[in-house]
């Protein structure tokens, strides 16, 4: 599987995580997400306050949990256009946690990110906070992904049961789902009768089972990611530069690169089912280039001038070009100045298997799959 | 409460039921249903296969139900348009009762009809031949109603919770809801979701509860009504006048009459939000009265030349006016020569409390509730 892919060479077991590691992670969370998770800021706020009252969010290494230990991850579900204006409760997690616990008559050892994308990248963060419990370095999509089945673990066979989803009005589902495709059609429709989102619990599985199928140290490449942005701008450096260097040194995320440069000349974005759905239009300064983007949730394809840049589930996010910050799916507006950047994802997100789940085609998109490292000459 | 209402004074505490009761009891259903729970041929169909097949219907009144036993309403939600097409796979009943049985860790003693209308009426009998259990004599509406929060443990403070959800694919859902409003809310999204129909157990109770509750002998009531018509059908008598009399005979829905005798000059119907919704028209022969029935699955207000002569929660059922077949919503045509029947619900069903659940208000329709005796001058 994904043995020793060792981008960090500098991992530590434990850490704690500062204020300023977090805030450097919700920068990393928004550029993994692809333009999806929705914008960090109401998790990031949370987490300030969090350690601000004396919590700790101790973060592991995944070769640090026991084969046996109940892992779970969380995430939210819904239209991030929607988790925008509708702020949860708080025990949401906390509530899902424990009828997790009741089911499987075990103590949740630890929990991580279902997707390190956005804000559902740092929401986990919260929980591991308030329950006393570590967050566990690693993901289960490795960016973020608009689908509750586009994860590795349904890649790779295991079943999202018992699915666990609740809202901030106090309501618990267990859903015992015949599929992991049937489980998202629930869930989905679940998260708009819930008022366009609601929490989720699914895929747990032992500390054995992580170790097979998760997508490692993604948690510490978000800091790296924001650490190196944050640094360059306050030495009046490149950001992008400095961000395209930092993923260099990634053996996992290695090829990164900035697509495109240009302003939104027309924004075409609705909910639909649940998602955001639409496409942004971008012209180049002073030129006729035109960069075309679609999005359901996250940034799908990129089309230069009519030719296709880069697809899912390569990584593709819009950044204010003077700040370098992030610009989820849900932020953009017409008229806005941006940088597009793309990444590579890991090769265990590129196979047969994975591309069935999370490919082009299963977005209704007709290029077939080429990594963006080969379209654009990366290499 | 509701002791000894007596209107089946020669009730046993067991019978078997035979071939003849249970079609004798599709009709009285299908009456009680007030033109909803969904025609039941299917259910019916379904009865003659597991009695030819040896299976027993052990039918027990209330009183033998020992305090502390589990015992289960079951009924399927969703628009009788779509059960019409959609049948079941025969395990969803079964599936669910396990999931409340592991919930629980008790066995489930009996199991009755959440509402005794149309094939809701049946299909827990279906459930009990297949698990060798008793049926009760009892029902948690006294009737039909579209929503699940219309049942008396609502109106009398009982809890729904857990409430179990499966379809024919075998997804299993349980839910824990806030309150009982919003278990309606969260399964009728579900029941669209999983095509139109599921099967739901809710306000599952001790003996000692539903004895406290449950709108008593209900299905001997529903048997005693199509054995009246029938015989009075194969002795050449009025199967309506027969079926006034048998119900003058109950203390419980003792007032019963024909309301209007027409055929439907107009029908609008609708399938929305999972019910189906609409009006019907009719014209009396040779004359021009005429009686406007509004519907959502079951009929709700019945107006002759724009005066109301019944409202929810009193009972108002089409029949074929030859055959004296209850005609359900679903089954409602242009053209129909029907008779229209009216009934008195139990007292318990008319309380300031009971009305609140599910009296006109509680289908935004503007006249306040009186009773269809003092209306029709029937007392």
Not at 94 to 110: C, S
Not at 174 to 184: I, P, Q, R, S, Y
Not at 311 to 330: K, Q, Y
């Amino acid at each position: 599987m994904q043995e020793n892919h060792g981008y960090r060479a500098e991992a530590e077991a434990v850490r704690y995580l500062t204020l300023e590691d977090v805030r450097d992670m919700a920068l990393g969370t928004a550029f993994l997400g692809s333009g999806g998770g929705g914008a960090p800021v109401s998790a990031l706020l949370q987490l300030e306050a969090a350690l601000a009252s004396g919590r700790q969010i101790k973060l592991i290494d995944l070769a640090a949990v026991p084969d046996d230990a109940l892992i779970a991850p969380c995430g939210w579900m819904g239209a991030p256009t929607v988790s925008e204006e509708k702020l949860p409760n708080g025990r949401e997690a906390i509530r899902g946690l424990e009828k997790l616990e009741e089911i499987k008559g075990q103590r949740v050892f630890a929990v991580f990110p279902v997707e390190i994308g956005g804000s559902n990248g740092l929401s986990p963060l919260l929980i591991a906070a308030e329950r006393g419990i570590p967050v566990v370095d690693c993901d289960g999509m490795g960016r973020a992904f608009p689908e509750s089945q586009m994860v590795v673990f349904n890649v790779y066979g295991c079943s999202a049961n018992p699915v666990i989803v609740t809202d901030e009005k106090g309501n618990v589902i267990v859903l015992e789902a015949v599929t992991n495709a049937e489980e998202e059609r629930i869930t989905r429709v679940l998260s708009i009768a819930m008022g366009g989102s609601c929490h989720v619990i699914d895929y747990s599985g032992s500390g054995y089972q992580m170790k097979q199928h998760a997508v490692r140290g993604t948690i510490s490449l978000a800091i790296a990611v924001g650490r190196a942005v944050r640094l360059a701008r306050s030495a009046g450096r490149d950001p992008f530069a400095a961000l395209i260097s930092c993923l260099r040194s990634s053996s996992y995320y290695s090829h990164g690169g900035v697509l495109f440069d240009g302003k939104i000349v027309d924004l075409d974005r609705n909910t639909e089912g649940g998602f955001a759905v639409g496409r942004a239009v971008l012209e180049g300064f002073g030129s006729t280039e035109r960069m075309v983007v679609e999005f359901q949730n996250e940034n799908l394809v990129a089309r230069r001038n009519g030719t296709t840049v880069a697809t899912v589930p390569d990584i593709l996010t819009f950044f204010d070009r003077e700040t370098a910050e992030p610009i989820t799916t849900e932020r953009l507006r017409y008229g806005q100045r941006l940088k597009l950047v793309g990444l590579s994802v890991p090769p265990l997100l590129r196979t047969a298997q994975a591309l069935a789940v999370f490919g082009p085609q299963a977005f209704g998109i007709a290029e077939q799959y080429q990594p963006i490292e080969e379209i654009n000459g990366w290499l």
